[in-house]
């Protein structure tokens, strides 16, 4: 046998209602909980503060001195005095210019002053001139041959077996002597003292001459000490 419910005792006919009733409570409980204000009070104490006098830095106040501007220069005038005299005024002339003893060749003298590349051209030596310096009758190789001649071998290099090529730079005076000898590459002091006596001791050249006038030639030459 089939049971049937009673349609009163179906609560499927109410859901609606308890929805809208839930509702309502739940719209209801949300305006109350916003209208609902508390008041909390909060007490605050203040830390007591003391007073701290900051004392001012009194500045003395200083007078400037008053600078006073420099004087503007004076301006000097210059007037020229023109003196008018009369035609019969004797004007003695000024005699006293020139002493009554006047001679031109005493009181003018005409002093020859060189040219600076001419006293530059004597004053450094040439490499290379139109005629060249000479030695006994011969060129450079000539005194080559003479210094090998007077070369004396130094006793502490021969001991110590030193040996080796000098290079020597000198210059023949217009006069024809040696001068500025110089070691340009050296092998032991008492050889290069050796190569530097012998070249001073040199005889006198015939002078080199450029452009008809005798001027100063530089030679550099090698001087070799070999033992035998």
């Known amino acids: 046998m089939e049971l049937k419910k009673n349609p009163k005792a179906d609560l499927q006919n109410k859901k609606l209602l308890f929805f809208e009733i839930g509702l309502a409570l739940s719209l209801g409980i949300v305006l109350l909980a916003f209208e609902w204000t508390t008041t909390d009070t909060v007490n605050v104490d203040l830390a007591q503060t003391t007073e701290v006098k900051v004392e001012q830095e009194i500045i003395p106040i200083t007078n400037r001195d008053e600078v006073k501007p420099p004087e503007p220069p004076k301006q000097i005038t210059v007037s020229d005095v023109i003196k008018v005299v009369e035609d019969n005024v004797n004007i003695d002339d000024n005699t006293d210019i020139?002493?009554?003893?006047?001679?031109?060749?005493?009181?003018?003298?005409?002093?020859?002053?060189?040219?600076?590349?001419?006293?530059?051209?004597?004053?450094?030596?040439?490499?290379?001139v139109e005629d060249m310096p000479s030695f006994q009758g011969g060129d450079i190789n000539n005194f080559r041959v003479w210094v090998q001649k007077n070369l004396k071998y130094p006793d502490v290099a021969a001991?110590?077996?030193?040996?080796?090529?000098?290079?020597?730079?000198?210059?023949?005076?217009?006069n024809g002597k040696?001068?500025?000898?110089?070691?340009?590459?050296?092998?032991?002091p008492?050889?290069?003292?050796?190569?530097?006596?012998?070249?001073?001791?040199?005889?006198?050249?015939?002078?080199?001459?450029?452009?008809g006038k005798a001027v100063r030639v530089q030679f550099t030459i090698p001087i070799i000490f070999v033992l035998q």
């Open 98 to 128: 020139f002493d009554s003893e006047f001679s031109e060749d005493k009181a003018v003298t005409i002093m020859a002053f060189k040219d600076e590349e001419e006293e530059e051209e004597e004053y450094t030596p040439f490499v290379i």
């Open 159 to 174: 001991e110590n077996g030193i040996q080796g090529r000098v290079i020597i730079n000198f210059v023949v005076e217009p």
């Open 178 to 188: 040696v001068t500025n000898v110089k070691v340009m590459r050296g092998v032991d």
């Open 190 to 211: 008492s050889l290069d003292k050796e190569a530097i006596r012998v070249v001073s001791s040199s005889p006198i050249w015939k002078p080199g001459s450029q452009r």
